[in-house]
């Protein structure tokens, strides 16, 4: 079977060999089975009680930063208005890939973006204001390690 069978669409499906037939396709419905729940959860709280709680877990983390990390040298790279940012925070710093590291060693697991930025994810149906805080407070730990 040559590249052109695998790849082209025709009226017969002739999979490739080994994982290269899992390219692409339909999802595993074993996989999709899994997010049920959280579409049953979506469905049930609504899109706007999503968006709500996560603007006040954004706007809560961006007041948590203005507390104990801008002292730090730790500047906001998100925008401010909710009605332009997502569900993430980015904050920008020097050490910000060390502070990564350093929190991903201690298990706060953000991402870290070119140049300088952390950003931490805050997912509105598991996330709690206690759990953001708790990492914010990783954060400023260890940006002062970092100094």
Do not use: C, N
Request: aromatic share 4%; no cysteine; glycine share 8%.
């Amino acid at each position: 079977m040559g590249a052109a069978d695998v790849f082209s669409m025709g009226p017969v499906y002739r999979p490739a060999d080994g994982m290269r037939r899992f390219l692409s396709g339909t999802p595993p419905v074993l996989a999709m089975v899994a997010m049920q729940d959280t579409l049953d959860l979506l469905a049930a709280a609504g899109i706007a009680a999503v968006r709500e709680k996560s603007v006040a877990l954004t706007e809560f983390a961006l007041r948590v930063a203005d507390g104990i990390l801008h002292p730090l040298g730790v500047r906001l790279a998100s925008p401010r208005d909710p009605a332009e940012r997502g569900g993430h925070v980015t904050l920008s710093h020097p050490a910000m890939r060390a502070v990564t590291a350093r929190l991903w060693a201690g298990d706060v697991i953000p991402d870290y973006r070119d140049p300088h930025g952390l950003r931490i994810g805050l997912s509105p149906l598991s996330t709690s204001f206690a759990e953001t805080l708790a990492g914010m407070r990783a954060i400023a730990e260890a940006v002062h390690a970092e100094a």
